[in-house]
């Protein structure tokens, strides 16, 4: 072959070894580990076959982490899905033309912060004494409402959940923004001189235009809500008890607290079952979509 | 058009439609400003309190959490910056500097051959540069962990660089290429006639003409590399080499109940990123809105 005739694969090379070695051939290997019984920094694996998933079935803290994840995407798909569309929508709207620009970056925000910074402030925010939640319930009167919040087997996942709404709805409006402002003019013109109100517009002519945006978006907050990791490790580190444990916590835990590396592996494997499961019925709901 | 039509003598009827038109747009902008000014504060006053209270005492923060501080001490800046947060900032530094030059340079290369040729296996190859944008780095945890321990590069800065620059090549080869395809073939072809090489056309006529596009790509690398938690926090050890978001965590713990330092140190943990979002704000979207900033 003439260097001619190489070249493109030169030039393709290095992508290509970096991802097979550090993306593609970890994935292969945790489908093997999965199968296998074994310790950090020892060499010595054991096959035990579906071992590690029938145990996986029967510990009832991947119930819980499950059903958290669970509420993770449901409450995600609300918030940031819906109301970052809606926030979208506001700002793009020529009503606030004036100050959108102002919200939009504050919004955005939150985006930029690390969620290490976030996470720790939020620690504060909820703190029992001194926390602003529970400062304004009682300037409000619903003293009886205060509570330690991540420190309540009740409350402490929703509280972790809405740490994650108050990062990320801004990171969706500015996708939804992104989207809005290619929808023609003329089809907002057109329906100004039926004298259409907002709401019928947002509903028949936003809506429908940002279609692909919306499956975008969508994929992105339940792949999201099903790999999450750092809010809830960050801030209650699965407590009180397990109360707030997701299979990300329950992974990492698996793997360097209890040096069940197999385990693990087995639990890696249902998330990416879980989100490629989530990634197909998006794909099929959208496709079907689209027909008609 | 409607209106121009509209003669003299409709005009009581006409201006009763536009004073119900302003009363309605007027009720209109009142109830969108307050839907944006309630955001405002659920976002806003957070990080206003974090503000206000990195410049306190503890005591004060305990007594009086709401009010600005009776002496703004800065002393919590100097005090956090001594006690790791400058240690993490160089090591943040280093990391995401590393990280955005080989990705943007390594994605130019990767985009450039599967823009500008015509060779079997493109197809399988784009698909395999593009893949990975799907697959979410926990799911491979356990075996990256494996591979970064026999490759012997745990705890050292390479232990986070070549995991972050395979995790960001999708995303920023998918950018790249989008600016390579819009570049007309006659430019490289005139080129190729004067006897330059493809390396040539590449350094000299690709890479200057796309330099904002490029500039994207290191922002958003940028951004991503900066906050990266969860493999800061399990390849790296060592406290000396810990970047900032797994070192804060460190910082957390050696500080106890010294609140306005903990608070300072969040505050310059944050500072840089948002002035690099404010100043470039024009390039994190353009990065969003060409794919998935988060990955």
Request: proline share 4%.
């Amino acid at each position: 072959m003439t260097l001619r005739k190489m070249a493109p694969y030169l030039y393709i090379a290095p992508c290509i070894l970096l991802m097979g070695l550090f993306v593609y051939y970890p994935i292969v290997e945790n489908f093997r580990f999965a199968f296998y019984e074994f310790s950090a920094f020892s060499p010595d694996k054991v096959f035990v076959g579906f071992e590690n998933f029938l145990a996986l079935f029967q510990d009832e803290v991947f119930y819980i982490a499950i059903k958290n994840n669970i509420w993770y995407a449901v409450i995600s798909i609300i918030c940031q899905v819906f109301g970052g569309l809606v926030l979208a929508a506001i700002l793009e709207d020529p009503l606030t033309r004036l100050f959108s620009g102002f919200f939009r970056t504050t919004f955005f925000l939150p985006v930029i912060i690390s969620i290490t910074v976030i996470a720790l402030l939020f620690s504060f925010v909820y703190n029992p004494d001194i926390g602003i939640l529970n400062s304004f319930l009682r300037l409000l009167g619903l003293e009886e409402w205060t509570r330690a919040w991540l420190g309540e087997s009740e409350t402490a996942i929703f509280a972790v959940i809405a740490v994650s709404q108050w990062q990320s709805i801004g990171y969706i409006m500015m996708l939804f923004i992104v989207a809005i402002q290619s929808i023609p003019q003329e089809l907002y013109e057109a329906a100004d001189i039926d004298g259409a109100n907002k709401f019928y517009k947002f509903l028949h002519i936003t809506v429908p235009q940002v279609k692909e945006m919306l499956f975008v978006a969508t994929l992105i907050t339940l792949t999201g809500a099903f790999t999450v990791f750092n809010e809830p490790y960050i801030l209650t580190s699965g407590g009180p008890g397990n109360a707030s444990e997701v299979l990300g916590t329950l992974l990492y835990k698996s793997a360097f607290f209890r040096d069940e590396m197999g385990y693990a592996s087995a639990i890696a494997t249902i998330i990416l079952i879980l989100s490629l499961v989530a990634a197909m019925i998006q794909m099929k709901l959208f496709k079907t979509g689209k027909e008609d | 058009m409607e209106a121009e039509k509209v003669t003299p003598t409709d005009s009581p009827i006409q201006s009763f439609r536009v004073r119900s038109f302003k009363k309605k747009k007027i009720a209109g902008s009142v109830s969108l400003y307050t839907i944006l000014i309630f955001y405002f504060i659920v976002i806003s006053y957070p990080l206003f309190w974090m503000v206000i209270n990195s410049f306190k005492t503890t005591e004060e923060i305990f007594s009086n959490s709401w009010a600005l501080p009776t002496t703004w001490l800065v002393s919590n800046y100097v005090h956090a910056w001594n006690t790791g947060i400058s240690e993490y900032f160089l090591n943040s530094t280093i990391v995401t500097l590393s990280t955005c030059l080989l990705t943007v340079f390594l994605s130019a290369l990767g985009a450039y051959g599967l823009t500008r040729f015509q060779f079997a296996g493109k197809k399988l190859l784009l698909i395999l540069c593009m893949g990975g944008m799907m697959l979410s780095p926990q799911v491979s945890l356990v075996p990256l962990y494996k591979l970064i321990q026999a490759l012997g590069i745990h705890d050292t800065y390479l232990a986070l660089i070549l995991p972050y620059v395979a995790y960001r090549i999708p995303i920023t080869v998918l950018l790249i290429r989008a600016a390579f395809l819009e570049i007309p073939k006659e430019l490289e072809e005139s080129a190729f006639l004067d006897g330059c090489s493809t390396w040539k056309v590449f350094t000299k006529i690709f890479l200057p003409m796309n330099l904002p596009i490029l500039f994207t790509g290191v922002i958003i690398t940028a951004y991503f590399t900066w906050n990266e938690f969860m493999f800061a926090l399990i390849f790296i050890d060592s406290d000396s080499l810990k970047t900032i978001p797994a070192g804060l965590m460190q910082f957390r713990d050696a500080l106890q109940t010294n609140w306005g330092v903990l608070l300072a140190g969040l505050m310059i943990s944050a500072i840089p990123i948002i002035t690099l979002f404010l100043f470039l704000q024009k390039y994190f979207v353009r990065g969003l809105a060409s794919g998935s900033l988060k990955g």
